[in-house]
């Protein structure tokens, strides 16, 4: 027991000695490689984030007519109503990220400008002629919904946060405001679009209808979509009001490069190294006491 014990306290000795020794090699590269990476970021653009908050905008739930409509098979999808499938704010959030609409959002926006400024000529609306290969419209997509869009939904409310980053803090909360707006103008298009499919056919089915009850449940139907009609060309907030509308951040509201994060990660990668050098030269000191003595 009492062997273990100096055994113990012998090694505990030696691992204080070691680090008293190499002090100054791995702390001085610690601080080095830290001050390295915080003094490298002021090289990095920085990229600031602007947020929109958005809530969902009511939708009518169908009440009676669900139930009537259970016992006419299809006709009540035309109407979305007891369908059990995605509501509108899934729908709209699917069209968020999809390529049409960013395809459009980066026209409407001349987004090619702010994505790719030191390739895309905004005079000539054309890549610069130094740019050999351009971005494809899939690159171009991909660069957009990884590092420019988030969107982040609370479970629990239904509030949805859409942000977007950028070098430009302004033009990060105009874009974070502006691809809402987008949203809410596409999605009402869609919305009425659909509507408008589904009314001619119902007169379709109302022509060919024999049944009372079912006629009237037709005519329920058409008057739903009607309704949804007059609400996409009456509501410019059809599927998400704004809550919060996004501002430009502040110019010390940084998002990335995260100075402090990377100095400390530099201090830690500095350590190790200073570490490893460290044992490796103590090895080196061993080895060479050894051979010393072994000449003797």
């Known amino acids: 027991m009492n062997d273990t014990s100096t055994t113990g306290d012998a090694g505990l000795m030696q ?5 008293l020794r190499n ?15 915080f003094a490298g970021t002021a090289f990095m653009t920085p990229i600031y984030r602007a947020d929109t908050l958005l809530a969902p905008a009511e939708e009518s739930s169908g009440g009676a007519l669900t139930a009537m409509l259970s016992n006419f098979g299809g006709l009540g999808r035309l109407a979305g109503l007891g369908n059990g499938g995605p509501t509108r704010k899934d729908e709209a959030l699917a069209m968020l990220r999809s390529r049409a609409f960013v395809a459009a959002f980066i026209e409407s926006t001349n987004g090619l400008a702010v994505l790719y400024p030191d390739s895309w000529d905004a005079e000539a609306g054309s890549w610069s002629s130094s740019v050999e290969e351009p971005p494809s419209e899939h690159d171009t997509y991909l660069r957009f919904t990884r590092s420019v ?6 479970p629990d409310s239904g509030i949805v946060t859409v942000g977007i980053s950028l070098s430009d ?3 990060a909360a105009e874009w974070a ?3 809402v707006r987008l949203l809410n103008e596409k999605f009402r298009e869609f919305v009425a679009t659909e509507a408008q499919r589904s009314i001619e056919y119902l007169y379709g089915e109302l022509e060919k209808a024999s049944s ?23 509501r410019k907030d059809f599927v998400f009001r704004i809550i919060d509308p996004a501002v430009a951040p502040d110019a010390d509201r940084v998002e990335s490069p995260r100075r402090v994060l990377l100095a400390f990660v530099g201090l830690v990668l500095g350590g190790f190294i200073g570490l490893f050098i460290a044992l490796v030269r103590e090895a080196l000191r061993a080895a060479r006491r050894v051979e010393a003595a072994e000449s003797e």
């Open 169 to 171: 803090r302004l033009v």
């Open 23 to 37: 002090f100054l090699l791995i702390f001085g590269l610690s601080f080095a490689v830290g001050v390295l990476f």
């Open 177 to 179: 405001n502006s691809v």
């Open 212 to 234: 009372v009850e079912l006629r009237q449940v037709i005519h329920r139907l058409i008057e739903t979509q009607i309704q949804t009609i007059m609400l996409t060309n009456v």
């Open 15 to 19: 691992v204080i000695r070691f680090f």
């Open 149 to 154: 869009l988030s969107v982040n939904e609370n």
